[in-house]
């Protein structure tokens, strides 16, 4: 294998100052995974002292290893070439198996799911049930896991995170759908405590309104107790949020 060259580290650095090439990829190719102490306030602090061990040895392999990341692998990136979802190691969780009766009206979903606020938006004409009969499906949690996954969001500009796009189209690549409110709906009303823990996204049936702004259901609570469905517009869709999914093979 190739190593890389100090021009090649250049242009690198000189491409995402341009913001040609986003900083999440290079995370990504590099294999930067640190989780750093956060402040006094918990927000969590990242300097370029952090990963540079980890981006030298990704390149040299002074530590033993073979380097990570090869003069050809690198090229390919500096020149566009590379396959932006395989950058992403999409990692999921089981969160358990419910049945979806496609039978049953979003009122009477909601209604079902006995839930102390819901956002007056969700209408059954923005958000229509798709499917027939009762289809039993495993849900699981998905999120991308990269170095921005540990930093806020203040810290950098949008390029240092995937986009919503790429990471459906990283988790479509291992095998997982997004699942639609009638999915997210039966999930609900059988693990109610699950949205008590985190906020749940569910990304398969956004509306779109007439500014053209998306919006996403999300399943809430407050002060971790009182359940709700609430809309999150595409703008506050952070990607590290857990994203209700279903495995394509039991779909």
């Known amino acids: 294998m190739a190593k890389v060259t100090l021009d090649q580290l250049r242009e690198l650095c000189q491409q995402v100052k341009r913001g040609r090439i986003p900083?999440?990829?290079?995370?990504?190719?590099?294999?930067?995974?640190?989780?750093?102490?956060?402040?006094?306030?918990?927000?969590?602090?990242?300097?370029?002292?952090?990963?540079?061990?980890?981006?030298?040895?990704?390149?040299?392999?002074?530590?033993?290893?073979?380097?990570?990341?090869?003069?050809?692998?690198?090229?390919?990136?500096?020149?566009?070439?590379?396959?932006?979802?395989?950058?992403?190691?999409?990692?999921?969780?089981?969160?358990?198996?419910?049945?979806?009766?496609?039978?049953?009206?979003?009122?009477?979903?909601?209604g079902g799911g006995h839930y102390c606020v819901v956002d007056p938006d969700i209408t059954a004409e923005r958000f229509p049930i798709l499917g027939e009969g009762e289809v039993e499906y495993a849900f699981v949690y998905a999120h991308h896991s990269c170095m921005v996954e540990y930093c806020s969001y203040q810290q950098f500009a949008d390029t240092s995170k995937p986009s919503l796009e790429e990471l459906l189209a990283a988790m479509?690549?291992?095998?997982?759908?997004?699942?639609?409110?009638?999915?997210?709906?039966?999930?609900?009303?059988?693990?109610?405590?699950?949205?008590?823990?985190?906020?749940i996204l569910v990304v398969g049936s956004p509306w779109v309104d007439p500014d053209g702004q998306r919006h996403f259901i999300c399943l809430g609570s407050s002060g971790g107790f009182e359940r709700s469905l609430k809309l999150v517009p595409d703008s506050e869709v952070p990607t590290m949020h857990h994203i209700l999914a279903i495995r394509k093979d039991a779909a």
Do not use: H
């Open 23 to 110: 900083e999440w990829k290079v995370y990504a190719l590099f294999g930067v995974d640190v989780d750093v102490d956060g402040d006094e306030e918990g927000n969590p602090q990242f300097s370029f002292l952090d990963v540079l061990p980890v981006l030298v040895n990704a390149v040299t392999g002074i530590a033993g290893e073979s380097p990570r990341v090869t003069r050809e692998n690198l090229q390919e990136l500096l020149d566009g070439r590379e396959e932006t979802t395989s950058f992403l190691k999409v990692e999921t969780y089981d969160c358990g198996k419910a049945a979806v009766n496609y039978g049953r009206s979003l009122a009477q979903m909601i």
């Open 172 to 199: 479509g690549r291992c095998g997982f759908r997004p699942a639609r409110v009638e999915d997210a709906l039966a999930f609900a009303a059988k693990f109610p405590d699950e949205q008590r823990r985190q906020d």
